[in-house]
């Protein structure tokens, strides 16, 4: 892959399920999120946020992590 002067990716994306319990039966849920990942000379960091969109607490939360690369 040719990545030019700036090894570096971003993505977006979508998520949803269902969650059954005893108590509240079934309730769906879902989130939305995107980051980028860079490449720093071989190691793979990334940044990323995601937003519930249902659940107890729906606000964003963000997420920094190093990430195998091989």
């Keep these: ?3 030019g002067k700036l090894p570096i990716d971003a993505f977006v994306f979508a998520d949803g ?21 860079l490449n720093a000379g071989g190691l793979p960091l990334e940044l990323g946020a ?3 969109l249902d659940g107890p607490r729906p606000r964003w939360q963000f997420d920094l992590g190093f990430r195998v690369g091989f």
Excluded: F, K, N
């Excluded at 269902?18 to 980028?36: A, C, E, K, N, Y």
């Design 1 to 3: 892959l040719e990545y």
């Design 17 to 37: 399920g269902i969650v059954t319990s005893q108590l509240d039966g079934r309730t769906g849920i879902s989130s939305i999120g995107g980051g980028l990942r």
């Design 50 to 52: 995601v937003r519930a």
